[in-house]
């Protein structure tokens, strides 16, 4: 709603307690329910999101190219004589809601810059509890000539003030020091644990995976078919193509711990099928790698103190001031916390790791846009190897920025440029709306089979036939992070006694984070379990978070989708954007939206190849078995 918008005075409440009775027009930060009149800068967001997103990825371009004494903040993070700028992997570029909540601070603030412009109030009053948002729209409103009043909220909790300032109290090089000795710690099991012998022939391939998405059974037996690579093993055996395998672990329900990954690998390697090389990143660190780490980022220090001119007033362009209080505390790590020591350790492993291996003609890496991986793709490069293809293995979500990057940014070259790949895997309806949105030129892009999902190849639409019994079954699907878990549960309990009709729950969790019925005693659920293309045809509707990908499997499967919209979040589903799917904010609109789907109002939305999907995987075979291998210089500058 934007109806208050010409009113003298703006509210931007930020706050879970009641609005007070105050003059003005109310813009709620959280929530995408507009009630009193007020407006949701949420909602703001998704209307105006490509306009929102284009201002974020020209301040991050703009920001990189502003100069200090004379040189680019890109030149000043340089990491020795490696032909390596850290700037690449700090907080800024990565844009990563993962982390943390500041990427979708900054959004809402670009939003509300938009807001202010087209009302044009003559004062505005924050109130929030978080001193950066306070201190970030009173910047707004200076740069505006809008006077500005701020008040706290008063509902933040103590121990949540008291965690901050304790944490606060930690200088950080000392974060950074202990970066460095966790990560020297864990990785004890598997230190120097390197293959026996990599592959050296012409005919091998290298991939960088995660060590995961693995049938735990098969991997202690000494069998490897990790799902981000599913059938791709035949396709290899078929093609004469030998691998090299670099794994990286990350902790999961599958692999949960570096010991018996370790294990596991030995075993695989072991094995007299021939599965390639393998061998986790991690047993390329030793003490002469943390030693280098540490030294580097004990020389870099000197660096980046020209760098504080970041906080000064008028520096770099517009937007910076604004969003500066927000970003500042992510920005101080990457200089000289915990993360910066851990930006030296990845590019150290990285370098380690593809100096050791013999000349690879190509290689192909799991790509998500996170910020390691400007790092990997540097060292490739700097060890003299062939062609990179990075292959998303997930959907691209609109506001995962990770996968974003500026136009300018890709195409500017020069010393410290952006580390890229070749090339990018286009699999699906959302990378390739992922490519357009930042004019990622088509003779960087090769499409081949989306692998992770090929298990949607054999499923059929099924045709929704109302329960003979007149109940109403729900799949509730599981999210990730067990507080958006939680909310999302409770909006559906609050939602129950608006429905005139009876509903049964059934509930797959999400496996790295279950669900247990005791904590919902106001909700009454079976818990399911299997893939969700078998499970489908008993429900009536799936009601899934805006953080989990198991919507698209249900909605492809024929199952209607209703997406809970986080009311702290930004709207992260893989399904944003296609008709027919129905978001909802409130138990009001996920009342109507079980109502509407009830009485058959709502079609499904037709969804062609939403994944490129083939068994026979006939592009990949064409991309393995290409005859050449594309050069630097036959193809325009690449990334995303």
Known sequence: MTDGLGCSRFVVWDSTGSRVNWDG??????????????TSLLRHVEVNAEEIRDRYLTWVDELGESRIGGRRIVDRMAVGSTGFSIWWMSSIVEKSFWNTSTMATVVRLIALDGLIARGEPETVTVVSDRKEVRRAVRRLCELREIPCSTE???????GVRFRRWIFGLLPRPIQALRALI???VRGRPVRGRRPRQWDDSASSLFLLSCFGHLNSKEAAAGRFDSRYWQGLYEVFRESGVTTNWLQYFATSADVPDLATASSWIDKIDANSEDQGNHVLLESYASPRLHARALWRWICQLPSMVPLRALARPGFGPDLHAILWPVVREE???DLRGARSMNHQLWL???EAACGDLPHQRRGLYLYEGASWERAFVHAWRSAGHGELVGVPHATIRFWDLRYYIHQRTRERGGLYSLPQPDRLVRNSVTAAAAFEAVGYPEQRVVDCESLRYAHLIDVETMDQVPSSDGI???LVLGEVRPVAMQKMLRMLAAT?????????????AHPHSPVRSEDHPSLSFQAVDGLLNKLVGDFDVAYSSNGTSAGVDVLLAGLPV?????DDDLNLSDLRGLPGVGFVGSPEDLASSFQGIRAGDVPLPSIPNFFTLDANLPRWRSLLTESSVPSLADLPEAGL
Do not use: C, M, Q, T
């Not at 706290?152 to 103590?158: H, K, L, Q």
């Not at 209703?562 to 986080?566: K, R, Y």
């Open 562 to 566: 209703v997406v809970w919209l986080d």
């Open 182 to 184: 966790d990560y020297a």
């Open 152 to 158: 706290r909220a008063g509902v933040e909790a103590f």
């Open 348 to 350: 150290a492993v990285f």
């Open 25 to 38: 027009h109310f813009v709620d930060w959280n929530g995408y329910a507009e009630s009193g009149g007020a």
């Open 331 to 333: 920005w101080l790590d």
């Open 496 to 508: 129950i006694p608006l429905l005139d009709f009876e509903i049964e729950l059934a509930l797959k």
């Open 472 to 474: 109403f079954r729900v």
